[in-house]
């Protein structure tokens, strides 16, 4: 256990911060929600939320905004057109706050570092093998906080998982194609539905990095674990979305070279057209530790989660089953 169960949760407008800010603040830590302009109104009825401004790529504002937080959870995620320029920065400016204050740094990894031949398991054990730019810059961030780890004694407990869904954000796959015309009768699957894909139910992954906080104490100063969450199929996902509707869906494709043809002329998606490689390249998460040190790894259903997702997209009424978005509570368990 810290010693103070004070965190600060940094982009905390961002999907999976305000998760993380939600699952904190059940488990009845002091929560200080930091973003660009101190507000969030997605985390505004939390009684005793704090809020603080800060400019992540101003380092006096981080470690200000961070002050007396034993944890600091690392949200930070630039749109992918400003990688390249902010995330290096931000990632210095994290470590110089971390530094400060001698705090724990929680830490949202992804599955970009193991390149474009990704293998189709990855575990914590998997060595990286960056090939594009985003790669790099992944595996350039990750590297800053191991050398940190040894040079200057500051913690750090990375969390991989695979993409994101559920929770009442959006900028995900799930999101912006998948189920976007979902109240239309149709879903739309990038890629080849017949393999397996890695994805991650974000009440789920939040509520791991709690555990992992309160457990920081046992841990070495720098840690790789990864959130086994659904390694599932697209046909698995279509069928997980048909029971939640609770009717048949059209399904629509949609192929690698439209998002390339797009590129030609938008810079966004040139950048997403660098790693659809994704959706044709089979590949779990996987990771047997995780649960050795937390215990029962969080896991909600598949059928359970989606309708959630769809719940807090707006795209599905809540209606008898009590569903309660970002705090896992879920009354037909």
């Not at 939320?49 to 949200?75: H, K, S």
């Not at 400003?82 to 599955?111: D, Q, S, T, Y």
């Not at 998606?269 to 215990?295: A, C």
Request: a neutral charge; aromatic letters at 8%; one cysteine or more.
């Amino acid at each position: 256990m810290t010693q103070s169960k004070k965190i600060a949760v940094l982009g905390a407008n961002g999907r999976l911060s305000r998760e993380v800010a939600r699952a904190f603040h059940t488990k009845d830590w002091q929560v200080r929600a930091v973003t660009r302009n101190g507000k969030s109104e997605a985390l505004a009825n939390l009684a005793g939320m704090e809020f603080v401004a800060a400019d992540a790529m101003n380092q006096d504002q981080v470690i200000q905004a961070t002050l007396g937080c034993a944890v600091i959870f690392n949200g930070l995620n630039p749109v992918y057109t400003e990688w390249a320029g902010k995330c290096m920065p931000m990632a210095e400016n994290v470590l110089a706050a971390l530094r400060k204050h001698g705090a724990i740094h929680l830490f949202p990894g992804n599955i970009y570092n193991f390149g474009s031949t990704l293998p189709e398991t990855l575990t914590p054990h998997t060595p990286a093998r960056p090939d594009h730019g985003k790669a790099h810059i992944r595996v350039q961030m990750e590297n800053l906080f191991a050398e940190a780890a040894k040079r200057d004694n500051i913690q750090t407990i990375n969390l991989r998982s695979g993409d994101f869904f559920g929770g009442d954000g959006t900028g995900s796959w799930f999101d912006l194609v998948v189920s976007n015309k979902i109240t239309k009768g149709k879903v739309t699957y990038p890629g080849n539905p017949n393999i397996l894909h890695a994805w991650a139910y974000l009440p789920d992954v939040a509520k791991a990095f709690v555990e992992l906080a309160e457990k920081a104490d046992t841990l070495s100063n720098f840690e790789n674990f990864h959130f086994d969450g659904h390694n599932i199929t697209g046909d698995q996902m279509y069928r997980a979305l048909e029971v939640a509707m609770g009717k048949n869906l059209k399904r629509d494709a949609l192929p690698g070279f439209v998002i390339k043809v797009l590129g030609w002329f938008n810079p966004q998606m040139r950048e997403v057209s660098e790693v659809f490689y994704q959706w044709n390249t089979p590949h779990q998460v996987k990771d047997s530790r995780l649960s050795e040190v937390i215990g029962n790894v969080p896991h909600t259903n598949l059928e359970e989660a989606v309708r959630s997702a769809l719940v807090g997209q707006g795209h599905m009424k809540d209606e008898a089953r009590d569903i309660k978005i970002g705090s896992i509570q879920i009354a037909a368990e």
